[in-house]
Nanobody, 121 residues
Framework: QVQLFESGGETVQAGGSLRLSCSAS?????MAWFRQAPGKEREGVGC???????AYADSVKGRFTVSKDNANNTLFLQMNNLKPEDTGMYFC??????????????????WGQGTQVTVSS
């Protein structure tokens, strides 16, 4: 069992930056950030596997960066040049899968409660 705690979400203006953190209570081999806007499905944003291979959604490439601190079991999401369409609840997810980074939600065993990001225009 791995518990996940997200933090860092807040309201920012378009063009601004935020850094989200996800603290994990145990070791996971695959971790990801998902987001969900009101009335929309949850979508993958960025994910990283045990080999540090990273995948991003096309909508955030060049603006968002996923990284992790293995010593402290913490996942980060640096978000730059934020846009109003980035608004949503951001969730951290973790798995003990050993495959390539993926946004297949069925592979993720544990989820955090989410942190709200609001980007105003």
């Amino acid at each position: 069992q791995v518990q996940l705690f997200e933090s860092g979400g807040e309201t920012v203006q378009a063009g601004g930056s935020l850094r989200l953190s996800c603290s994990a209570s145990g070791v996971a081999t695959l971790m990801a950030w998902f987001r969900q806007a009101p009335g929309k499905e949850r979508e993958g944003v960025g994910c990283i596997n045990i080999g540090d291979r990273i995948a991003y959604a096309d909508s955030v490439k060049g603006r968002f960066t996923v990284s992790k601190d293995n010593a402290n079991n913490t996942l980060f999401l640096q978000m730059n040049n934020l846009k109003p369409e980035d608004t949503g609840m951001y969730f951290c997810a973790a798995s003990r899968d050993y495959g390539f980074p993926t946004f297949d939600r069925r592979l993720y065993d544990w989820w955090g409660q989410g942190t709200q990001v609001t980007v105003s225009s």
